[in-house]
């Protein structure tokens, strides 16, 4: 149990254009979703925490026009990165708390590649 | 706030050697404290968490951690090496409160001499 998908797994896309990045959790109900950056070789950055309806709080220095959040279900977030960048490139990791559990239990998805040429 | 340092970015030991990854955190108030590994290009994966009571904590794969509040620490250990135990791992913690965010340091890449 405690599954959570992201798709697509990996994503190429031209300078300018938007991506949507999907993070779903599987066999739960999640309020709060997380979305993470992580850069080669480094730790994972939170980007921001998504409740379901509600706006996403985004951490400081984030850009909340660029990456665009939306938790529209209990099992449904979406990162859209718009007017991509090369600099954008970067694995994108979310996570899940289940509804009815304690913060610390965030599920995570196996990340999404995007790599913006 | 919270915060987690890991000591050594890099970690080489021999298969079948001790394994040790050390982490020390800042909590202003009593932490919820996580190791997690990571496999290239793959997500998270818990090993083992520490909320409240024991303070050796086991996990997955026969990694074990032990909470030492006087130390501020939370060293990651596991006996004997194995080539697949190959990979990042990260220390983490949270405060104990629903609200809060878990806080990841920047991790130690494990590698496994043969």
């Known amino acids: 149990g405690a599954v959570v998908s992201q798709h697509p797994s990996w994503v190429i896309c031209k300078s300018g254009t938007s991506v949507k990045i999907e993070c779903r959790s599987l066999?739960?109900?999640?309020?709060?979703m997380f979305w993470y950056r992580q850069f080669p070789k480094q730790s994972l950055m939170l980007m921001a925490t998504s409740n379901e309806g509600s706006k996403a709080t985004y951490e400081q220095g984030v850009e909340k026009d660029k990456f665009l959040i939306n938790h529209a279900s209990l099992t449904l977030s979406t990162l859209t990165v718009t007017s991509a960048h090369p600099e954008d490139s970067s694995f994108y990791i979310c996570?899940?708390?289940?509804?009815?559990?304690?913060?610390?239990?965030?599920?995570f998805g196996p990340g999404t590649r995007l790599t913006v040429t | 706030a919270q915060s987690v340092t890991q000591l050594g970015s890099h970690v080489s030991v021999s298969e079948g050697a001790l394994v040790l990854l050390r982490c020390n955190y800042s909590s202003s108030v009593p932490p919820y404290l996580f190791w997690y590994v990571q496999y290239p290009n793959q997500g998270l994966q818990l090993l083992l968490k520490?909320?409240?009571?024991?303070?050796l904590v086991k996990g997955i794969n026969g990694f074990e951690a032990e909470f030492k509040k006087s130390e501020t620490s939370f060293h990651l250990t596991k006996p004997s090496a194995h080539m697949s135990d190959a990979a990042e791992y990260f220390c983490a913690v949270s405060a104990t409160n629903r609200d809060d965010k878990i806080i990841f340091g920047k991790g130690t890449r494990l590698h496994i001499l043969p």
């Open positions: 996570s899940a708390a289940p509804l009815a559990g304690d913060i610390y239990e965030q599920y």
């Open positions: 520490y909320t409240t009571g024991a303070t």
């Open positions: 066999d739960f109900q999640a309020t709060t």
